[in-house]
């Protein structure tokens, strides 16, 4: 059993930065492959940044290349998301999900997931 929690989401103005945080309950942290994926009102809930396990290999959707990173603390069972420049389209709840294959977690999402944070960018 994974269990995640998300933390680090908030109300900023267009141009600023937030650092989401995803702490992980599960033994072999490392194991798991992360990833952080958003829903934005009257929307499906797209995918955003994923991680491998040892945070070697990361991808992006188009949409944040450039602007978000994820990384990972193996040591801390946390995952990051540091979103710099944001844009008002980037509000949403932004959710963290565990999966065992990296390719099906970008796909099709998390084994896993966490509550939600909620990220408003005011323009």
């Known amino acids: 059993q994974v269990t995640l929690v998300e933390s680090g989401g908030g109300l900023v103005q267009a141009g600023d930065s937030l650092r989401l945080s995803c702490a992980a309950s599960?033994?072999?942290?490392?194991?798991?492959?992360m990833g952080w994926f958003r829903q934005a009102p009257g929307k499906e809930r797209e995918f955003v940044a994923a991680?491998?396990?040892?945070?070697?290999?990361?991808y992006y959707a188009d949409s944040v290349k450039g602007r978000f990173t994820i990384s990972r603390d193996n040591a801390k069972n946390t995952v990051y998301l540091q979103m710099n420049s944001l844009k008002p389209e980037d509000t949403a709840v932004y959710y963290c999900?565990?999966?065992?294959?990296?390719?099906?977690?970008?796909?099709?999402?998390?084994?896993?997931w966490g509550q939600g944070t909620q990220v408003t960018v005011s323009s």
């Open positions: 999900a565990a999966r065992g294959s990296l390719t099906t977690l970008r796909l099709v999402g998390g084994d896993y």
């Open positions: 599960v033994r072999s942290f490392s194991s798991y492959q």
């Open positions: 991680s491998s396990g040892s945070g070697g290999i990361t």
